[in-house]
């Protein structure tokens, strides 16, 4: 009897790791971040393939606007700016249910005090404004090219693909992400706060650094390189 005990309980704690092995949880979520990872390198191997045979950059969507689309940096630089400290707060979450912490201990006001719950709510806030303001940006371009302006569509020229479909899938990424952490904070609600309750709190880490990364990278070629 105490050989079936010893076996179910390795049985159950497999998932999650021990100190003479990783989580199997874990190294699954990395495993699939890197065929993630494959996919959007494909997306830049697009986008330099189509800069490469044009001279003109950004290119000139349709003959009725010469002059190329006129991209919106510094918009694009502050919404960049929120998603990267975003996953500061995240980790912070992350740090936070290491050390058992799901809830404040504390005014609201004493950031040192908080927990796993208020510092992925943080996250989540601004991931919700960062998909906010890609969306904002998107129906103004459109706009644009529809009043005869510096605009784009995603059929108005192969730049206006690339950059809907690299930009547009990695917000889908980070929607994800933020459908994530809602799961998350529900099922943190209920019951204890147990070692498969860490897991997954990291596991939403790691997917949501993930993005971050991509996007500086996104950014750092189409908004600054150019």
Same mark, same amino acid.
């Given at each position: 009897?105490?050989?079936?005990?010893?076996?179910?309980?390795?049985?159950?704690?497999?998932?999650?790791?021990?100190?003479?092995?990783?989580?199997?949880?874990?190294?699954?979520?990395?495993?699939?971040?890197?065929?993630?990872?494959?996919?959007?390198?494909?997306?830049?191997?697009?986008?330099?393939?189509?800069?490469?045979?044009?001279?003109?950059?950004?290119?000139?969507?349709?003959?009725?606007?010469?002059?190329?689309?006129?991209?919106?940096?510094?918009?694009?630089?502050?919404?960049?700016?929120?998603?990267?400290?975003?996953?500061?707060?995240?980790?912070?979450?992350?740090i936070a249910a290491e050390e058992r912490r799901l809830h404040r201990a504390g005014s609201i006001f004493n950031i040192g005090r908080w927990g796993l719950r208020e510092w992925f709510i943080l996250t989540f806030i601004m991931g919700a404004i960062f998909v906010a303001g890609q969306?904002?940006?998107?129906?103004?371009?459109?706009?644009?090219?529809?009043?005869?302006?510096?605009?784009?569509?995603?059929?108005?020229?192969?730049?206006?693909? &690339?950059?809907?479909?690299?930009?547009?899938?990695?917000?889908?990424? +980070?929607?994800? =992400? /933020?459908?994530?952490? %809602? *799961? @998350?904070?529900?099922?943190?609600?209920?019951?204890?706060?147990?070692?498969?309750?860490?897991?997954?709190? &990291?596991?939403?880490?790691?997917?949501?650094?993930?993005?971050?990364? +991509?996007?500086? =990278? /996104?950014?750092?070629? %189409? *908004? @600054?390189?150019?």
């Amino acid at each position: 009897m105490a050989s079936v005990a010893t076996a179910t309980t390795l049985g159950k704690n497999r998932a999650h790791g021990s100190l003479a092995r990783p989580s199997l949880v874990s190294v699954g979520t990395v495993v699939w971040l890197s065929s993630e990872l494959m996919f959007f390198a494909a997306l830049f191997a697009i986008y330099f393939t189509i800069r490469s045979v044009n001279t003109e950059w950004p290119m000139a969507v349709s003959a009725k606007i010469p002059e190329g689309v006129k991209l919106d940096v510094p918009f694009d630089g502050a919404i960049t700016i929120i998603l990267v400290l975003s996953s500061v707060t995240c980790q912070l979450g992350v740090i936070a249910a290491e050390e058992r912490r799901l809830h404040r201990a504390g005014s609201i006001f004493n950031i040192g005090r908080w927990g796993l719950r208020e510092w992925f709510i943080l996250t989540f806030i601004m991931g919700a404004i960062f998909v906010a303001g890609q969306c904002l940006e998107y129906s103004k371009y459109v706009s644009d090219y529809q009043a005869g302006e510096n605009g784009m569509t995603i059929s108005s020229s192969p730049y206006g693909s &690339i950059f809907f479909l690299a930009t547009g899938f990695h917000a889908l990424h +980070v929607t994800g =992400g /933020l459908v994530a952490f %809602i *799961f @998350l904070l529900l099922r943190l609600s209920k019951g204890r706060f147990t070692p498969e309750k860490i897991t997954s709190t &990291i596991v939403v880490s790691y997917y949501w650094h993930f993005v971050d990364v +991509v996007w500086i =990278g /996104l950014f750092s070629t %189409i *908004f @600054l390189i150019q």
